[in-house]
């Protein structure tokens, strides 16, 4: 999955973000956000607001640091989802529309997507939802949009590159384009929680690497708040994490991969951008982007977010690994950059057969 800025798309899940100018920008789920439903309108019990508050807002980066962000009552931003008729796209629509920082939910598909609008445009949250079918529509369902969700694809099969994809429109925005990984680190935060016995909404464990098999690298030994692990509970948690995409695509049976927990982690993301757009100096996500902090052209690591984007790679995560992470790098390095070579030539494949 990916986010970018307007324009943009990229295919799995992708995320892009921008200036209202240039279409482009980005999001995430806030505290505050909660807070004000639960005041106005809530539909949640105190508990369960609390609870969401907590587990969909990121750790703030300094230990004891708290955000003091607060949602700007007059924050009006324009999302887009494309693939909004799909498994992910339905549920994202739905969180996305019950965040107060969204005016407009523009929601486009290639297949019907009027149902799923009608629908979800009845939840008395503020979100204007608007419906975009078919290719003629796309471009207008990117009009004036700060952030564009692209949750559109075929469950495990190749997508292409996101980044090729807009280089060859000439629209390629580096800081702007991140692939969403944050399910991976919401099943680390889940599964790390479970196993210590610690509160849920305290856990929050980096996830570096790809997201795909043992690309994607748990750093248990960073996990927050500090906890230490045997090296068994650090083989089956790493094992477990990197093989809860096959757990639900194993336990749905032929019926796709996981969605609701994806639409999760992606409205996590989309309001984790949407709070830098607003300004909050302290938003904190992994994301898979170009990157310089290996040898690899595009790594998910912790990500600053900030007005324009990525703000800056935080390469701390990746300094003093113990043996067994480290070694866990070396050895996903190979076969992601054969997933990244893959994606650029399917992207190269589709634009000249195009
Ligand atoms: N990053 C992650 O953590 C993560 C997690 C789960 C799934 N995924 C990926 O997300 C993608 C979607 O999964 P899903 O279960 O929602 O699939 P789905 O088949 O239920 O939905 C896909 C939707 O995209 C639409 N679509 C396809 N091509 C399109 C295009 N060119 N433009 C607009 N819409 C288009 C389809 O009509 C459909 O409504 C898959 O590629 C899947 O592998 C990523
Ligand atoms: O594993 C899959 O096929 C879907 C997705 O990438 C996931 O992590 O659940």
Not at 43 to 68: C, D, H, I, T, Y
Not at 96 to 111: C, E, R, T, W
Not at 224 to 244: C, G, M
């Amino acid at each position: 999955m990916a986010a970018t800025s307007a324009a943009t798309f990229s295919a799995g899940s992708t995320v892009a973000f921008g200036t209202k100018k240039s279409l482009a920008t980005f999001s995430g789920l806030k505290a505050a956000t909660f807070v004000k439903c639960e005041s106005e309108s809530s539909f949640l019990g105190k508990e369960s607001s609390a609870a969401l508050r907590g587990s969909v807002v990121p750790q703030a980066q300094k230990s004891n640091q708290k955000s003091q962000y607060h949602v700007n009552p007059q924050a009006s931003y324009k999302v887009a989802i494309l693939g909004a008729a799909g498994g992910i796209g339905q549920p994202l629509a739905l969180l996305v529309k019950m965040s107060p920082l969204v005016s407009a939910l523009h929601l486009y598909d290639i297949g019907n997507v009027k149902g799923v609008a009608a629908d979800i445009s009845h939840c008395n949250t503020p979100a204007q939802v608007l419906d975009f079918t078919g290719a003629a529509e796309l471009p207008n369902s990117l009009k004036g949009v700060d952030v564009v969700v692209i949750p559109a694809g075929v469950p495990r099969k190749p997508v292409p590159i996101a980044a090729e994809v807009l280089k060859k429109k000439g629209v390629y925005d580096p800081k702007k384009l991140f692939g969403v990984t944050t399910l991976d680190v919401v099943r680390a935060n889940t599964f790390v929680a479970l196993k210590k016995n610690l509160k849920l909404i305290d856990v929050d464990v980096p996830v570096v690497g790809g997201h795909a098999g043992i690309t994607i690298l748990p750093l248990l030994s960073k996990t927050k708040p500090s906890v230490s692990f045997t090296d068994e509970e650090v083989q089956e948690l790493t094992v477990r994490i990197q093989n809860a995409g096959t757990e639900v695509v194993e336990a749905k049976a032929g019926a796709g991969s996981a969605t609701l927990s994806m639409a999760y982690a992606a409205a996590r993301f989309v309001e984790s951008s949407l709070r830098a757009l607003d300004g909050d100096a302290d938003v904190y996500e992994c994301s898979f982007v170009q990157s310089d902090l290996t040898e690899l052209p595009f790594f998910a690591s912790k990500v600053k977010l900030g007005r324009k984007g990525v703000e800056a790679l935080i390469s701390s995560d990746l300094q003093g690994l113990t043996t067994y992470e480290q070694e866990a790098l070396e050895t996903l390095k190979p076969e992601l950059k054969a997933s990244i070579e893959k994606g650029i030539a399917f992207a190269q494949k589709q634009t000249v057969s195009a």
